[in-house]
């Protein structure tokens, strides 16, 4: 029984050593927030630049607040209704440190109970500019 | 006891469940690779359309049978080399599949006692144009 604890508990961080890199790696930005507190709980170095943040101060913040144009309460709901559709049309917003309009991307899942909402924040600009192309 | 091993099972799925949605939705192509056995443990659908394969057929495969331009031996060992260093420059082969150029950026980490590198794969056309833009 302590060696299967022991295995679990590696394979337990393996799986976290795994994420954590992938997280630090990818370039697109991504943001996790839980649907029950409504807080950020997790997002990269390159969602952190978006928001004009730093990662610390940023993770347990309530995302409701990181982002102007939507009323608040509003704005996590807006995102759980968007993430349950297949193609996802993302939510335009305003960054609230950083002033620059962003896209969110969100998809729903659910992980131990726990309904946790992932972003893929874009800005604005650029997606634009993609739609143009291929229009 | 059962409690805490029904914890850490949950635990265990949730960060499994986080890292498998966080692979679905980056854009960026992401490929993991074995140090130990040199092949392919996972790839993200951007990858895999980059290296021109799918998914289920690409993983297991040895890594340096997909790519060309490197003697199959060196491939994995300068990868782990590059990966060592912090400014790594990313290595340039060809697809093997797809015959597309590409750039690959290894990122050595160590989990549950396994090497693994971590490779973004950039097509080598878009890494060009940004360079341009830059000089």
Known sequence: AQLALERDYEAQRELDTRYRVLMEMTRDPVMLVSMSSGRITDLNPAAAVLLGGARPELIGTAVAQEFDGRRRGEFLEALANIATVD????VEVTARRSQRRVLVTPKLFRA?????LLCLIDPAERASLASDELG
Chains 1, 2 share one sequence.
């Open 87 to 90: 193609a996802a049309t993302p």
């Open 112 to 116: 131990a109970g726990e309904r946790i």
